[in-house]
C-alpha cells in the first residue's frame, strides 16, 4: 500500500539557521510528490512537487527539496529560516493514473526568534 | 473572488440537522475534491470529481453526500452527523489531463462542529 511518513511531529530551529523538514515514501511505480503548508485556520498551499527530471527541485518563498530515489525521500529544505515561516508542512504522494493524493501526517515547524 | 472559496467558514450542526457545504473554484480546473482534516489524523480524502463525473469514493459513509453541479461548483451534503464527524472540510480543485497530474489548490475550509 502507498503511504507517506513524516517521522517528526515538530522540528524547532532558530531563525536565520537552515531547516530540513523530513518525509519518506512507499509506493509502486514513479511517485508524484508534493509539500503543502498550513497555516492555522487556513487551507493548504502548495509550496513545490517533484514530477521528473531534477532531482533538487525549488519552489515558493525559498523552500527546496531532493527528490532521492534510492532513500525513497523527498525532504523540504530552506537555507535560513524565518519566524513566519512557522507552520504545519504536509507531504503528499500521488501515483500515476490515480487522483489521489496520500498526505504524511505533517510536520509542525517552528522558528524561533 | 480568487482560488479557491468556501462556505459558510464555520458551521455548528446538530446530529439531526441537514446542512450544505459549498466550494467554488474560479481557477478553470477540471477536477474537485473534498478532504477531511481531524485533529491527529492525516488529510483523508473523501471524494473526488473529474469533469463533473464522481471518480473516487473512499469508503465515506452515506451521511455525506455529495454534488457536482458544474466544474466550479462542488457541495457535500450533511445529514444525522455524528459529533465524530467534527472536523475542518477542506475543498481543492486541479487540472489534470492524462498523464500529467498538477498540483491541487485548497480552499480555506469549513469547521464543522457536531453537537
Known amino acids: 500500500a502507498q503511504s507517506v511518513a513524516q517521522p517528526e511531529d515538530q522540528v524547532n530551529v532558530a531563525e536565520g539557521n537552515p531547516l530540513t523538514v523530513k518525509c519518506t515514501y512507499s509506493?509502486?511505480?514513479?511517485?508524484?510528490l508534493f509539500w503543502y503548508v498550513q497555516y492555522p485556520n487556513r487551507g493548504l498551499q502548495f509550496l513545490l512537487k517533484?514530477?521528473?527530471?531534477?532531482?533538487l527541485v525549488k519552489g515558493s518563498y525559498g523552500f527546496e527539496a531532493e527528490f532521492n530515489k534510492s532513500q525513497t525521500s523527498f525532504h523540504l529544505k530552506k537555507p535560513s529560516a524565518l519566524v513566519s515561516d512557522s507552520a504545519l508542512y504536509f507531504c503528499?504522494?500521488?501515483?500515476?493514473?490515480?487522483?489521489?493524493?496520500?498526505f504524511g501526517s505533517g510536520t509542525r515547524l517552528l522558528v524561533r526568534p | 473572488e480568487t482560488g479557491v472559496t468556501q462556505t459558510p467558514r464555520h458551521l455548528v450542526m446538530g446530529m439531526t440537522n441537514k446542512k450544505s457545504l459549498k466550494c467554488e473554484q474560479h481557477?478553470?480546473?477540471?477536477?474537485m475534491y473534498w478532504y477531511k482534516q481531524s485533529a491527529k489524523k492525516p488529510l483523508e480524502l473523501m471524494f473526488v470529481?473529474?469533469?463533473?463525473?464522481?471518480?473516487e469514493n473512499n469508503s465515506v459513509p452515506s451521511r455525506f453526500s455529495p454534488e457536482c453541479p458544474n466544474s466550479s461548483h462542488l457541495f457535500l451534503h450533511l445529514h444525522t452527523l455524528q459529533p465524530e464527524d467534527s472536523a475542518l472540510y477542506l475543498c481543492?480543485?486541479?487540472?489534470?489531463?492524462?498523464?500529467?497530474?498538477?498540483?491541487?489548490?485548497f480552499g480555506p475550509g469549513t469547521r464543522l462542529t457536531v453537537l
Open positions: 481543492a480543485s486541479s487540472q489534470d489531463r492524462a498523464g500529467v497530474y498538477n498540483e491541487q489548490f
Open positions: 509506493v509502486s511505480g514513479n511517485p508524484y
Open positions: 517533484y514530477i521528473t527530471g531534477d532531482n
Open positions: 503528499a504522494v500521488r501515483m500515476d493514473s490515480s487522483y489521489k493524493l496520500i
Open positions: 481557477l478553470g480546473h477540471n477536477a
Open positions: 470529481y473529474s469533469l463533473e463525473e464522481r471518480v
